[in-house]
């Protein structure tokens, strides 16, 4: 009963679900997963209004969904109900993205240190002293940074496709490199091709097997977002902040190693953006991560659901909910 009702719920979000994927630790997936409720939030921040989803006891253990470019918290709208049964599942848009506010980047700081800052005053609104955090792309700088200023806050890590380490900034990242050394309007203006339609639509699509699984609803609303007035030198201006992410690399290892969060790594290995090599350095200083790589691209749960989706939830129930 509880396979069917684990196959329903994927088939709600469009995903086929296998027999393995929903093997016995997927199992602990209540039915009350079914009915999960998700509010949809914001809170006001440095003058900004910051949206939220928010699904799952306020009691619960609290789980922090961060996501990457050129998306928002929509590309975690199928995996919240599969947890909020339990947890409480917290995904925040970064100011530029999804529903958040969007001001004119020569009047608010876009940036992955001011987006830290904010993202731990709605934690700390929302009364979350600690929590574990799914990061991806963007999310991991942002998470990391958090994780920095507030290491004992941090109950469990879920990596999927978040880079902290050098060998996972591959070919991709050349031209963005060449943007950091110079800071120029030239190379600045040749990076505006990430912001257009192809390049959103690649991320979705490039590396996935089966390219009818993922809903164009994907490219056309993150589009619909980026092409907002404005909204270009938003996402030019953090391509350039990224560089302050890399010399931060060796104190996000430090955190892994002193502190040794609990960590499920889940990574599509086709993804171009951040490539397989980003993952395997994790265990040079999280021996005891656990690490799945996943045929896929970029935007893995978009695919890759039914097989995720039952690797967190056993994940955090044993590693998270359990300490």
Do not use: C
Request: charged share 25%; net charge negative; aromatic share 12%.
């Amino acid at each position: 009963m509880k396979k069917l009702v684990i196959s329903m719920l994927l088939a709600t979000a469009g995903i086929a679900a296998s027999a393995d994927a929903i093997a016995a630790p997927a199992s602990a997936v209540a039915t009350q997963a079914a009915a999960a409720t998700v509010h949809y939030r914001s809170a006001t921040i440095d003058g900004v209004k910051m949206f939220y989803r928010e699904a799952g006891p306020a009691d619960g253990p609290v789980v922090l969904l961060l996501h990457g470019f050129p998306t928002s918290s929509h590309m975690f709208r199928n995996l919240i109900p599969l947890l909020a049964d339990r947890y409480h599942v917290i995904a925040p848009d970064y100011p530029g993205f999804g529903q958040s506010d969007a001001p004119d980047h020569r009047q608010f700081t876009y940036s992955f240190a001011h987006y830290a800052d904010m993202v731990d005053t709605l934690m700390g609104k929302i009364g979350a002293q600690r929590y574990a955090m799914y990061v991806m792309d963007y999310g991991a700088p942002v998470g990391y940074r958090l994780a920095l200023k507030h290491p004992e806050r941090v109950s469990g890590l879920i990596v999927q496709n978040g880079n902290a380490y050098e060998e996972g900034l591959g070919a991709f990242w050349d031209p963005i490199k060449t943007y950091w050394q110079s800071g120029s309007a030239k190379d600045r203006e040749a990076q505006a091709w990430l912001v257009g339609l192809d390049a959103t639509k690649f991320q979705y699509t490039d590396g996935v097997r089966d390219v009818s699984r993922i809903s164009p609803d994907n490219w056309v609303q993150d589009q619909a977002l980026l092409d907002r007035p404005g909204n270009k030198d938003i996402q030019l201006d953090l391509f350039y902040d990224y560089r302050t992410n890399v010399p931060l690399y060796p104190a996000f290892q430090a955190f892994f190693r002193e502190r040794k969060p609990p960590t499920l790594i889940v990574w599509g290995k086709n993804d171009k953006i951040f490539p397989e090599p980003g993952a395997h350095p994790y265990k040079r200083d999280l021996p005891d991560a656990e690490m799945h790589i996943l045929d896929t691209g970029h935007f893995a749960l978009e695919d890759k659901l039914d097989e995720m989706a039952p690797l967190i939830r056993d994940f955090l129930d044993r590693k998270v909910a359990a300490r």
